[in-house]
């Protein structure tokens, strides 16, 4: 998708949008019927992935579907109040938002990691990242990008003295919650002090408004560290840090990585909420910091039969399109409980 290659925020925002509407329109000259119109809203995490089935559903159903990527917590609002047809987040519902939803259900559809990016020309090796250190430059106890405790962890690296600029999501941000999650999880500090949310109380650095604001400022502040959906990183050519494991190795976010930290899953609760961040030792190649993005549906709704469908072609069909965006196919046991959910949509 050629409209990431540009960091321009603003211009990213319109490319994309250009891109929704035109492959939704060239898909129903193709459609089977292009009568059923369906609008979201929420995670700007899925929305690479998103933007990739437009298209495809367009062609197989002939539906014309707009997605706006505005964010989590915007998305659940969105729902909530019925403004749209269905809402996407990478946070899980708590229970009063369940409540305000009245009669709403979380379905996990997607797959993914938050990649750790930075902004450091010239360094002679790939940043290692550890989570207590991730957690002291987002709480400002590191501030420049040779403090011992980064040396310490990338021996022979050309560290230089420039100022760490931490990066992270001024809206009400999934990926924030995905982000949090994980440092709350390796960081004592962290978990007392801040904790885990979709938006935190951010003791250090500067603000963008959706991944795509974050790669706007991480792509113009040198000295600059961020993080975001994967698929982010990989379509603006940033550099992406190796973080630490509980096993103690050094991991991007892979296809295999992410796939092994979802290899935790054995069982799924009744309400579908999931966390898979710094899995067990056992897990000698999972990457920590990886989320389940859940897609947020009414119970009862009169497109609930193309809701469905969609959302089953997004299960199924739609996993394959995941893998160039290192998104990658949900576990067997998450596909069985989402589409025992996915029946809970009724006219």
């Given at each position: 998708?050629t409209?990431w290659r ?11 949008l250009?891109a929704?509407v035109?492959?939704?329109?060239a898909g129903?000259?193709?459609?089977r019927?292009s009568?059923?119109?369906l609008?979201?809203a929420?995670?700007t995490?899925?929305f ?5 089935w437009i298209p ?6 002939g ?7 505005v964010?989590?917590?915007a998305?659940?609002a969105?729902i909530t109040?019925?403004?749209?047809d269905f809402?996407?987040s990478?946070?899980?519902?708590t229970a009063?938002q369940f409540?305000?939803?009245?009669g ?12 750790i990016?930075?902004?450091l020309?010239?360094l002679?090796?790939?940043l290692?990242m ?9 709480l400002?106890k ?13 021996p022979g690296?050309?560290l ?5 600029t ?7 941000s999934?990926t924030s919650?995905?982000f949090t ?8 500090d962290?978990r007392t002090k801040?904790?885990?949310?979709v938006?935190a109380?951010w003791?250090a650095?500067v603000?963008?408004?959706?991944s795509s604001?974050?790669?706007g400022?991480?792509s ?8 975001a959906d994967i ?6 050519h940033?550099k992406?840090a190796a973080v630490?494991?509980a096993?103690?190795n050094y991991?991007t976010?892979?296809i295999?990585?992410?796939t ?7 069982s799924?609760p009744?309400?579908?909420?999931m966390?898979?961040v710094?899995p067990?030792a056992?897990n000698?190649?999972a990457?920590?910091?990886?989320t389940?993005?859940?897609v947020?549906?009414p119970t009862?709704?009169d497109?609930?039969p193309?809701l ?11 996993q ?8 990658v ?5 998450v596909l069985?409980?989402s ?5 809970q949509?009724?006219s």
């Open positions: 998708m409209i540009h960091t321009n925020r603003g211009r990213i925002l319109t490319l994309a250009i929704i035109a492959g939704a329109l129903s000259a193709n459609a019927s009568d059923t119109r609008s979201g929420g995670s995490f899925v690479p992935l998103v933007s990739q495809a559903l367009s062609s197989a159903y539906y014309q579907i707009a997605y706006s990527p964010g989590s917590g998305g659940i969105q109040a019925r403004t749209v809402g996407a990478d946070a899980p519902l009063d409540a305000a939803c009245k709403c259900v979380q379905i996990p559809w997607a797959l993914g990691a938050n990649a990016m930075y902004n020309p010239g002679n090796k790939q290692h550890t989570g207590k250190v991730l957690a002291d430059i987002y400002g590191i501030t420049t990008w040779d403090d011992a405790a980064i040396k310490a962890i990338n690296a050309n230089p003295s420039t100022k760490i931490p990066i992270y999501r001024s809206d009400n999934g919650y995905n999650d994980y440092l709350q999880n390796v960081s004592r962290w801040i904790g885990r949310g938006n109380n003791p650095g603000g963008g408004k959706g604001g974050v790669s400022v991480l113009h502040t040198e000295g600059g560290i961020a993080y698929a982010y990183a990989l379509t603006n940033f992406v630490k494991n096993a103690g991991v976010p892979g295999k990585q992410i092994a930290a979802a290899s935790t899953v054995k799924v009744a309400n579908n909420e966390h898979i710094n067990s056992k000698k190649d990457y920590p910091i990886c389940f993005v859940y947020i549906l009862k709704s497109k609930a193309e469905r469908k969609m959302v089953f072609w997004a299960l199924t069909k739609g394959s399109f995941g893998t160039k965006l290192l998104f196919p949900i576990p067997k046991v069985a409980a589409e025992k959910t996915l029946k949509i009724q």
